[in-house]
């Protein structure tokens, strides 16, 4: 199936069959994914190539140069919002094309719809009318995955300068994180290009993390597991700062418990309700090839 994301019929007879992770989750994805996590899986599993899964995320491009159109799938409608944008960057990351004028596109969006701090607000969904109303501010959960991306791909651009110190400030400020604050720090650290500043950060928010509990060491399946954190959900790659946070059992266990999870119609279970059935759908197939990838990452057997 080289070079190509779409499976022919004895194909998908074939991947019934079978028993392994990588064979139920593909079925998974052909009966329920939208083109563009087919496109992805194709390219992270099956050998597709890059371009088709570019081509896929053109359509939600608007011509501000931000995206719309539910690329991610809480956020309904048309219109460009900068959590759209993070999710495009991530997609341009995975297969190699997160640069050129495609970073540059983007970065013109994001300076267009940046707050006086030079940050990025957080995003508003399209049922709430007093979101459009108030002052938008700097958000770290929609600035910092963007800003570590973009460094992680040495994009330079002058709307990078204020909101990487955007970044450094919220980051070296938490006290009393959340979990959504810690991913979006992690992804900034990650990126960003002073590896000691970020080691020196990342070792301290580590011990936040710990002394407050935020991810679940012990897991256990259960009606509500889906909705804790685990030590994959900070470090998702062992190249993670985060994955210094995790003794190796504390990582084998939440592994095994990631690989569990797979429910059995092939798919992962969504971590959250979404406001819109649509966006249900949607979530799972993108979350079944990050759980696949994570576990590839750390050296699972998938297929």
């Known amino acids: 199936m080289a070079g190509s994301a779409v499976p022919s019929s004895s194909s998908l007879t074939a991947s019934t069959l079978l028993t392994s992770p990588l064979a139920r989750a593909e079925r998974f994805v052909w009966l329920t994914a939208r083109v563009l996590e087919q496109r992805r899986f194709a390219h992270h599993f099956l050998d597709g190539g890059a371009d088709p899964v570019e081509t896929a995320l053109t359509a939600y491009r608007n011509e501000d140069g931000g995206y719309g159109h539910a690329l991610e799938p809480e956020l309904r409608g048309p219109v460009s919002q900068p959590a759209h944008a993070a999710h495009a960057l991530r997609v341009l990351d995975e297969i190699g094309h997160c640069g050129g004028q495609r970073a540059e596109r983007l970065c013109r969006y994001l300076t267009s ?9 957080a995003p508003h969904l399209p049922q709430d009318p007093a979101a459009h109303l108030a002052e938008p501010t700097g958000d770290l959960l929609a600035t910092g995955p963007v800003v570590g991306v973009l460094h992680r791909n040495g994009v330079w651009h002058a709307w990078l300068f204020r909101a990487t110190d955007f970044c450094w400030a919220a980051v070296e400020s938490l006290e009393h994180p959340d979990p959504q604050q810690v991913q979006a720090a992690v992804a900034f650290l990650d990126g960003v ?3 000691p500043r970020a080691e020196a950060v990342a070792e301290r928010l580590g011990r936040l993390v710990r002394r407050r509990r935020l991810p679940v060491l012990e897991p256990a399946q259960g009606p509500d597991a889906h909705h804790h954190y685990y030590a994959y959900d ?6 993670s700062l ?3 946070w995790f003794t190796n ?7 095994d418990f990631l690989a569990a999870a797979q429910a059995p119609d092939g798919g992962w279970p969504l971590r959250s309700q979404s406001w ?6 949607e979530r799972r197939p993108i979350l079944t090839i990050e759980a696949l990838l994570t576990l590839r990452a750390y050296g699972r057997e998938v297929a």
């Open 113 to 121: 719809a940046s707050t006086p701090d030079g940050a990025l607000p």
């Open 193 to 195: 290009p002073d590896r």
């Open 234 to 239: 900070f470090a998702p790659s062992p190249d």
């Open 242 to 244: 985060a994955r210094r």
């Open 249 to 255: 059992a504390e990582m084998d266990r939440a592994l």
């Open 276 to 281: 819109t059935p649509a966006a249900q759908l």
